[in-house]
């Protein structure tokens, strides 16, 4: 096994601060960042490319507002704490059953990921409609950051003893036996590793997605590259799930394991209703594809201001 031994608190200009705190908080600027440059390489127009200025002085450069940003991760929050919220009462539905009333005390409980995923991105989605922005565009600027940062946050549970799986004689096991306080009952059991397990396959899965953007799969940008990024990024989640102490209630599925399936099924019926929906769509992109763009040719017959 694997033994972690160190605290997990620091002091901090009179403070205690929890490690897996401060890297979360690292965790939720690196996204941002990351969703500010891949909003910037995004064209609203993709008949020119991102860089290129809009017909129309007052709209700017012909990619996505970096500005609105702001406004989508405030709008993200509510609906990520509902749905949150929604997910753990789920996930302990025979308590919350006969005890509707506990849903409202912040002070009893938690939020369950999954849905707090589907929950944000239900409210951002709402207010970037509201903004006039292209929803689409932005869904698929924001698919690679999501997985960034849910990567990263359960890459720092580690430094928190949070997310402990169930115990198991593993070689690859890991304890706590420093001072804590841990974030995991029993952290000196032996046990899966599930939140490190966790955030490398969100990688894999950040990793396929990316693949598939990067070779012009999803030139239409039209957010099937989210829903694909969501959907393995939930696959993988149902898999590491197998290892939570959490109780099977159909077949050998937790609940937190039937939500991420859920989740991934919703996901590919969407991506499926993107593509029926524009069937031509890959060659109208593919027609605007500025890599086999004749420069000296139709390029001076458009609208579009010279570089």
Not at 6 to 35: D, K, S
Not at 230 to 243: F, M, N, S
Request: charged content about 15%; proline content about 6%; some cysteine.
């Amino acid at each position: 096994m694997i033994t972690l031994q160190f605290p997990a608190t620091f002091a901090l200009a009179g403070l205690t601060v929890r490690w897996e705190t401060l890297l979360g908080a690292v965790a939720v600027l690196v996204a941002l960042l990351l969703a500010a440059a891949m909003a910037r390489r995004t064209p609203v127009d993709l008949s020119a490319p991102a860089d290129w200025p809009s017909p129309d002085p007052d709209d700017g450069p012909n990619h996505l507002r970096t500005d609105d940003l702001l406004y989508l991760v405030v709008a993200a929050l509510p609906g990520a704490l509902l749905g949150g919220r929604l997910g753990y009462a789920l996930i302990h539905l025979d308590y919350y059953g006969a005890n509707p009333s506990a849903l409202a005390d912040i002070n009893m409980g938690g939020l369950e990921l999954s849905m707090g995923v589907v929950g944000g991105t239900i409210t951002a989605s709402i207010v970037v409609m509201l903004l006039g922005a292209p929803l689409g565009r932005w869904l698929h600027a924001l698919a690679i950051p999501l997985l960034v940062l849910l990567g990263l946050v359960k890459f720092a549970m580690v430094f928190g003893g949070t997310g402990q799986g169930a115990p198991t004689d593993f070689s690859l096991a890991t304890r706590y036996l420093g001072p804590g306080p841990w974030g995991s009952l029993a952290p000196e059991v032996a046990s899966w590793p599930s939140q490190a397990m966790e955030a490398l396959a969100t990688v894999l899965a950040g990793g396929v997605a990316w693949s598939f953007m990067a070779v012009g799969v999803f030139r239409r940008r039209n957010g099937a590259a989210f829903f694909l990024a969501v959907g393995l990024w939930a696959i993988a989640r149902l898999l590491v799930a197998g290892t939570w102490r959490d109780p099977a209630v159909a077949v050998t599925l937790s609940a937190a394991q039937l939500i991420a399936l859920g989740i991934a099924i919703a996901c590919a019926l969407l991506i499926v209703g993107l593509a029926a929906a524009s069937p031509n769509g890959r060659k109208r992109a593919a027609a605007a594809d500025w890599d086999d763009w004749d420069d000296e040719g139709e390029a001076e017959s458009l609208a579009w201001p010279s570089r």
